[in-house]
């Protein structure tokens, strides 16, 4: 390798480095998908709060989820007709609140939020163990847990092994006189594991926790129990002794605070409908993102007129990557460098054929009346003056023409660039008096060959979703342009011309 392309080929791997490099943290900082059409799957819970208002000031309290593992908050509101509503966030415990100067009867109040599943993290561990709760028995209780709890130490050696013994013993089929005493002073049977474990020494929490399931109303809370092991909280669930988190439950509220509190009423009920919906990943990344360092230096933070001319210019470089290949690589001749490309961006509006035949036939009129303007021996600026107003009258005519026939593709054949298209007349004008129709036939040629092949990848959406939501990865677009314009060697049309004197060799 020569020494002296070492800065050069450091600076093509710098940029798709960086090209690749933002783009992933792009995609990991607001989750905006590779591949468009992604969907992702989204939780709408309701909580509906049903109690009689005694005729005062009523105040009613829910307890609402805390970063539960598994999922993430994307919006949450209350409906709730004459009602002040707030949630309150005091040291990590969320609450909705709602507040009424007077109110009696029947009364119905609602919250909804919506949850989107993503990748659970490692459970938490604190940085010093948390205190086990004091516990308190009367006497008959206290002689019953101790009893309860040398048969499951004696069976166990960890503290989740502890609670699954501990949950045998108190299930409705064990025969174990113990249990049934201490089921009797405590019939929820989360609430006495969570004294049993405290009472072994193991830091215990009751936890409710609500099961997803697609089109459910009328669902209620599942007592479950947290402990504390060597890698942190533990869920276990006090019936079934499963340990961790399903994928379907959301943990709605830890630790001893009331799920729901109710002052001025009476009769209170707590239930929860829920329904899976599925969403565009992109609409919610944008949803759940706004604030993102990305987001507010990205194209979406523009109006909506400056996104679309964005949406076009970022597939430039797409373009010019299909020029430099075609030119430098494979050798074909064009009707200069960017002409190709904007024809290509017109097609994106006109669509292919439509554009072709506009193409085609501005370039052929334009051709003929620059043929009649060189009899008049007009200067050169002149000239290509006359000829941006012959085509504008051209495409003035074409577009009219197009549309009384019910082509409304013709309008925007106005999109095409005039003036690059007057100087491509000029241009293919003078290569035909110097070089013959053959030559600007292989020019003309080649520029609609690699106008086709540019619009046919610009029009694939994972190009435009790339290209718009990624616009970095436009530095690896560059990168590879740098490197091609290194590339001295043979041009693949070259092949065709040097295989006659590889067989002429081969004959002598």
Known sequence: MNRGRIPFYLMVAGLIVAGLLTAWLRHSATEVPFMPGE??????????IDFNALGQETTVRL?????????RLIR???????????????QQNRRAEWTRRQVSGPQTLYYNAQYVPVNPVERSKASEPPQVDDVFWSEPEATAARELLRGATARSTTPAST????????????????????????????????????????????????YLEDARRRQTLTPMVELYTEDGWLLINATTAKQGVPENLLLWSRGENAQLDVIGGESS?????????????????QVQFQENIFSL???????????????????????????????????????????????????????LIPG???????????????????YLNLLLVARIATLIVLVIFLISILSLVGYRLGFNAGITVTFFPMIIIAWT???????????????????????????????????????????????????????LILMMGQYTGYKLSELRRFRSMEQFDNDH
């Open 39 to 48: 969907q992702k799957p989204v939780w709408l819970i309701e909580a509906r």
């Open 63 to 71: 307890d609402l989820p805390d970063e539960p593992p598994g999922f």
């Open 76 to 90: 949450e509101q209350a409906a709730s007709p004459g009602y002040g509503f707030a949630v309150l966030d005091d």
């Open 163 to 210: 609670a699954r013994e501990l949950i045998k013993l108190l299930s409705p089929n064990s025969p174990d006189q113990n249990a049934q005493l201490l089921l009797v002073a405590e019939p929820r049977r989360s609430e006495l594991l969570v004294k049993l474990l405290n009472q072994a020494g193991v830091a215990a929490r009751s936890v409710m926790g609500l």
């Open 269 to 285: 009920r707590l239930s929860f409908s829920m329904i899976k919906q599925t969403v565009p990943a992109m609409a919610l990344s």
């Open 297 to 351: 230096l990205g194209v979406y933070s523009l109006p909506i007129e400056e996104q679309s001319m964005f949406k076009l210019l970022f597939l430039l470089p797409l373009g010019a990557l299909v020029v430099v290949f075609m030119r430098v690589m494979v050798g074909l001749k064009t009707a200069g460098t960017f002409m190709p490309i904007l024809i290509s961006l017109a097609f994106l509006q006109t669509s």
């Open 356 to 374: 072709l035949i506009s193409f085609v036939l501005i370039v052929g009129l334009g051709l003929l009346l620059r043929n009649y303007l060189s």
């Open 425 to 479: 007349i000029e241009r293919m004008s003078i290569l035909w008096e110097e070089e013959g129709a053959h030559e600007v036939l292989i020019q003309g040629s080649g520029s609609l060959l690699v106008a086709v092949i540019s619009y046919l990848l610009m029009s694939l959406g994972i190009v435009n979703h790339l290209s718009f939501n990624f616009p970095e990865l436009n530095l690896v677009i560059l990168a």
